[in-house]
């Protein structure tokens, strides 16, 4: 799933992302080199609609307490594995996304 379809239906989403194999985004993306964190590890972010770039190729992330990616990334790098909820006003809550079996697969991020 792509960031930009996300955040069509987000303002505020909370979710798993993986970096894209380098064969998989528009050349120049990782300035000819790998991406930055192996394609096998999942990290979690906050994706926030007002963190796009004018251009539309750039999302800041890292801003959120519990984001495991910090800095101006290319929206086109990662995939969105999954959606875990949505991010409250208050930047720690996160409403939790009810599964397709109707288990709730997120909870409060303090908690932990």
Request: hydrophobic share 40%; aromatic share 4%; net charge negative.
């Amino acid at each position: 799933m792509r960031i930009t379809d996300v955040l069509k239906a987000h303002e505020r989403a909370v979710v798993i992302v993986r970096y894209r194999p380098a064969d998989k985004v528009p050349e120049g993306t990782y300035q000819n080199g790998p991406p930055p964190q192996n394609p096998a590890c999942f990290l979690q972010v906050a994706l926030i609609s007002t963190r796009v770039s004018p251009s539309g190729k750039l999302i800041r992330l890292g801003d959120t307490q519990g984001d495991e990616i910090m800095g101006w990334t290319h929206i086109e790098a990662l995939d969105v594995i999954e959606i875990l909820g949505e991010l409250s006003e208050d930047n720690h809550t996160v409403i939790p996304h009810v599964s397709r079996g109707g288990e709730i697969i997120a909870l409060d991020r303090l908690s932990s």
